[in-house]
């Protein structure tokens, strides 16, 4: 296993949720951080709980232009890790308003293909990029669930054939099941809990994530050298039921 102190890791999604729990694992291991998000204001909020060597950048990954002068400004660096995302489309497929589902595609897939071409430019070789899936893919919601199956589906698929292409860059994907973020709040409001009573009694883990449950899995991608080409699957066995 490799360190990651004094390395410099860019956390795409870092001012919260899963994102800034890998931001706040990074600084505690010594790491230089760069987290991007599109609010400035939660950047900010996120450097001050943050702080340490830490730096926030705005930028919106489904804009080629933002994403291209985000890299600019961070320079060389050592790993990328993207967790960002945006609630799904969940309309049964015959109500399935296309330009939502767009994007969410431009947001989620496209986003993951640019930061790959423009990271790869200032990425360290034998460094890693990290993308993020879901349960989804595995256990898509019924009706509604066939656009997010799909797009967190592919993430696999193009972190096997990037694996190859950037060699020996790493890349792989993590991904999680269920967790308590603040997207669940923009997702089911305040139905928030009674979900997570029922699909927490329901999974062996016996309870839903918090990011700080999958974190480390981040950590074991950017960290083990040996590691390309895979997802790492952490849903408390949300999978199994």
């Known amino acids: 296993m490799s360190s990651i102190t004094g390395k410099k890791i860019v956390v795409v999604g870092g001012s919260s949720g899963i994102g800034f729990g890998v931001a706040a694992a990074a600084l505690e291991n010594g790491s230089e951080v760069v ?15 943050l702080g340490g060597a830490v730096t926030g950048i705005a930028a919106d990954m489904a804009n080629e232009a933002d994403v291209a002068r985000l890299f600019e400004a ?4 050592d790993h990328l890790v993207a967790t960002a995302g945006t609630p799904p489309p969940n309309d049964p497929i015959g109500e399935t308003d296309m330009d939502f589902v767009r994007g969410f595609v431009d947001g989620k897939l496209i986003g993951a293909v640019m930061l790959a071409k423009h990271a790869v430019r200032r990425l360290s070789k034998g460094g890693s990029m990290t ?11 019924v009706p509604g669930g066939s656009v997010v199956a799909a797009v967190a589906g592919s993430l696999s698929y193009l972190a096997r054939a990037l694996a190859l292409e950037l060699a020996p860059t790493r890349v792989n994907i993590v991904s999680p099941g269920w967790v308590d973020t603040e997207m669940w709040d923009a997702i089911v409001g305040e139905a928030k809990t009674g979900y997570f009573e029922q699909m927490g009694a329901r999974i062996p883990a016996g309870r839903i994530a918090t990011p700080a449950d999958i974190t480390p899995a981040y950590l074991y991608l950017m960290q083990n ?3 390309t080409g895979e997802t790492i699957h952490i849903d408390g066995g949300q999978r199994l039921v």
Request: hydrophobic share 40%.
């Open 35 to 49: 987290i991007v998000g599109r609010s400035e204001d939660k950047l900010k909020a996120a450097e001050k709980r």
């Open 225 to 227: 050298a040996f590691m």
């Open 131 to 141: 993308f993020t899936s879901g349960i989804n893919k595995d256990r898509p919601p």
């Open 74 to 77: 961070v320079g060389a660096f």
